[in-house]
Nanobody, 120 residues
Framework: QVQLAESGGGLVQPGGSLRLSCAASGTIFSFNTMAWTMAWYRQAPGKQRELVAAITGGARTNYADSVKGRFTISRDNPKNTVYLQMDGLKPEDTAVYYC??????????WGQGTQVTVSS
């Protein structure tokens, strides 16, 4: 099993910044941390869950077009933690943000989600 614990959500004004953190734990995760691709997804009310950003064990990254240039994903492998730095936030970024851990041959794992609200 893999447990994912998100933190860092909240209410912020348009143009503001937030940093989300996701701490991973569990024997199968710690056994081969570099094998896991970590990602952030989000789901706004009435919409499907969508990929925001992903990062491989080798630090290759992928971003949704809507967040390129504003969001940065990073990971600290010794701490089993992935971050999402969100700058220039817009009201349309309002959603529940979910941490995801995936490795070939296993079902993906999800965190409980953290609410991000961008509003004046």
């Amino acid at each position: 099993q893999v447990q994912l614990a998100e933190s860092g959500g909240g209410l912020v004004q348009p143009g503001g910044s937030l940093r989300l953190s996701c701490a991973a734990s569990g024997t199968i995760f710690s056994f081969n941390t570099m094998a896991w691709t970590m990602a952030w997804y989000r789901q706004a009310p009435g919409k499907q869950r969508e990929l925001v950003a992903a990062i491989t064990g080798g630090a290759r990254t992928n971003y949704a077009d809507s967040v390129k240039g504003r969001f940065t994903i990073s990971r600290d492998n010794p701490k089993n933690t992935v971050y999402l730095q969100m700058d220039g936030l817009k009201p349309e970024d309002t959603a529940v943000y979910y941490c995801n851990a995936a490795m070939p041959g296993t079902s993906p794992y999800w965190g409980q989600g953290t609410q991000v609200t961008v509003s004046s």
